[in-house]
């Protein structure tokens, strides 16, 4: 599986937006995927994560009620809308995918990585 990120950008604390992450290969459509993020001299944390069936959805405390993710089997792209930015959300976003659940994913030990893409939340 291959993961390609985008969305990433600049954008005003209050503000929007949404991150898509596009997977290829025979399995694509049949992994878990989520969005981690980090920031330089601290450890990759998880942020989001979706079952390959779309019903089971994880979160970090930390964006609960901001972000939500979705996904479309039909285009094996998986999203992140996030709402409501603050400068703390600033970081380098990572599409993972892994074998298992939803929940699974936020423990760790994800079998694929995307490339990041970065969000900058201003003050």
């Known amino acids: 599986v291959q993961l390609q990120a985008c969305g990433g950008g600049l954008v005003q604390a209050g503000g929007s937006m949404r991150l898509s992450c596009a997977a290829t290969g025979s399995a694509a459509s049949t992994v878990a995927m989520g969005w981690f993020r980090q920031n330089p001299g601290k450890e990759r944390e998880f942020v989001a994560a979706?079952?390959?069936?779309?019903?089971?959805?994880s979160y970090a405390d930390s964006v609960k009620g901001r972000f939500t993710i979705s996904r479309d089997n039909a285009k094996n792209t998986v999203y992140l809308q996030m709402n409501s930015l603050k400068p703390e959300d600033t970081a380098v976003y990572y599409c993972?995918?892994?074998?298992?659940?939803?929940?699974?994913?936020?423990?760790?030990?994800?079998?694929?990585w995307g490339k990041g893409t970065l969000v900058t939340v201003s003050s």
């Open positions: 993972a995918a892994k074998w298992g659940t939803a929940q699974a994913m936020a423990q760790g030990g994800m079998d694929y």
């Open positions: 979706i079952s390959w069936s779309g019903g089971s959805t």
